[in-house]
């Protein structure tokens, strides 16, 4: 059974910068398509964004709201995904959850394995 597990979350300044990290069980990383997702306590109805995606091949793709300041990453050799944040804004507070597809999606629908997530909060 895949299992993923998120630390790395945690209380930041404005401008802060935290790194995320998301280990992997019972299977490889490089098979899914993992991502990150994140969301908001203010805004309890809305589904979760994606915020980054890694692809078998390495690629990636960010939502426009981080693109610049977050870097999605993974190391093969340690089965984790990581998400750098850099530049952070109190808009990215939020529940930070890492998950993997084997579809090729940023439906958060279409994610078969999630981790329990864990939180990120920015103060101004």
């Known amino acids: 059974q895949v299992q993923l597990v998120e630390s790395g979350g945690g209380s930041v300044q404005a401008g802060g910068s935290l790194r995320l990290s998301c280990t992997v069980s019972?299977?490889?990383?490089?098979?899914?398509?993992a991502a990150w997702f994140r969301k908001a306590p203010s805004n309890p109805e809305k589904e979760r964004e994606g915020v980054a995606f890694i692809d078998r091949d390495g690629s990636t793709k960010y939502a426009d709201s981080v693109k610049g300041r977050f870097t999605i990453s993974r190391d093969n050799s340690k089965n984790t995904l990581y998400l750098l944040m850099d530049s952070l804004k109190p808009e990215d507070t939020a529940m930070y959850y890492c998950?993997?597809?084997?579809?090729?999606?940023?439906?958060?629908?279409?994610?078969?394995?999630w981790g329990q997530g864990t939180q990120v909060t920015v103060s101004s």
């Open positions: 019972g299977d490889t990383i490089n098979f899914y398509l």
């Open positions: 998950a993997a597809t084997i579809w090729s999606s940023q439906n958060p629908r279409e994610y078969n394995y």
